[in-house]
């Protein structure tokens, strides 16, 4: 079913479609004696916006070439709409295919760019010229239909790429780190216009990124990768607030990572590697006593405390460092035992801390969370 908001553009109701629910079950890629991709298995459902997120190398391109067909399966399925998919050639799978090569013709005009993959399909040329107006103009490009690649910037490219992977109306989009090169700002206003075009659609987003941010930005569900398999699957919001390993909660945002011993009397206690009590309340249904353990404390929940104010877990350090963001400020502390632990004001509620200065930090037991070592 299309997917609509009260400022949808026109051409939506025109380019959409329906997204396909795609099913990865127990898949593994290898190369030699390197797997690649080791036993990965994700539902995604029809027109949802799902993003493969991780380092270089965690497996997350892999898995999306082998959902393109650009790679071979070594074992498990990959299904779209419950139709087994395996063995058959890209062309045949009704995906688009985004990349960050942008991968445009630079002998053919945008118009010509967009109408290729119709004419392979042999559409009526008629059909041919209303789909590509169409679909230039939900990506804001109608004007620049006559010109050629080398005549645009580089988020224009990227834009008459896009537009020519939706054109012949895919159930299934994907991308690959498709804004990789572009700058900042651009970067920025173009996660924006994929998530309105996504909206608008319909259709089922599979998006690789190594960017947090952006897939904070953009996803309806993340899925992180790390060493070929999913370290942890859920909403952005989910992964954030309540990261399951030490690796997501170190990949995904700042964090401040206290490892040690979880006390035998007290499960809700963790005494680090420098003798620090550190409490917590989130997690504890994974404490193990005695147990190595790692406690994640994200930089907005600390807080310098003022005068006598208390907290359920006090350090004390030293400011090393105030860096200065616009609607707050970020503060480096230097404890005894060597480690920086980052606070993160916002700017209605700086403390009077400066560079140098002895402080105290400090946070509440419910702001804390025992993370797994590993998935």
């Known amino acids: 079913m299309l997917k609509t908001r009260n400022n949808a553009s026109p051409t939506a109701a025109v380019v959409g479609t329906h997204g396909a629910a795609l099913s990865i079950r127990n898949v593994t890629k290898s190369y030699e004696s390197v797997r690649a991709v080791d036993g990965v298995s994700l539902e995604i459902e029809a027109g949802e916006f799902m993003t493969f997120l991780g380092p270089s190398g965690s497996g997350k391109t892999t898995t999306l070439n082998m959902i393109a067909g650009f790679a071979e399966v070594t074992s498990g399925h990959i299904l779209i709409d419950s139709e087994p998919v395996e063995g058959l050639p890209p062309y045949k799978r009704d995906i688009g295919m985004v990349f960050q090569s942008y991968a445009l013709f630079p002998h053919l005009t945008v118009a010509d760019n967009v109408a290729f993959p119709l004419r ?221 632990v980052l606070v993160r004001e916002q700017a209605d509620a700086l403390s009077a801390a400066q560079q140098g200065d002895e402080v105290r930090i400090g946070w509440d037991a419910g702001d804390a969370r025992l993370v797994r070592q590993s998935a």
């Open 120 to 340: 392979r399909r042999k559409v009526p040329k008629r059909e041919i010229a209303a789909r590509v107006a169409e679909a230039l103009e939900m990506v804001h490009l109608g004007e620049f239909g006559g010109r050629y690649p080398n005549q645009l910037s580089g988020g224009q490219q990227q834009r008459v790429a896009l537009a020519r992977a939706i054109v012949f109306r895919p159930r299934v989009l994907l991308m690959d780190e498709p804004l990789g090169a572009l700058d900042k700002k651009l970067r920025e206003w173009l996660q924006l216009e994929i998530k309105r075009i996504h909206i608008e659609l319909g259709i089922t987003f599979v998006y690789v990124t190594h960017d947090q941010e952006e897939a904070l930005v953009l996803s309806d569900r993340i899925a992180l990768f790390n060493n070929g398999k999913i370290e942890q699957l859920g909403t952005a919001h989910e992964l954030y607030q309540s990261p399951a390993t030490k690796f997501a909660a170190e990949f995904l945002g700042e964090s401040n990572l206290f490892t040690g011993t979880l006390d035998a009397a007290h499960r809700d206690v963790l005494t680090d590697d420098q003798g620090q009590k550190i409490r917590f309340r989130r997690g504890v249904e994974h404490a193990t006593p005695g147990g190595k353990s790692t406690v994640v404390v994200r930089p907005e929940m600390v807080r310098v405390l003022d005068g006598a104010e208390d907290a359920d877990t006090v350090l004390s350090g030293r400011v090393e460092q105030v860096i200065y963001l616009g609607m707050g400020r970020r503060l480096e502390v230097k404890l005894p035992g060597g480690q920086t």
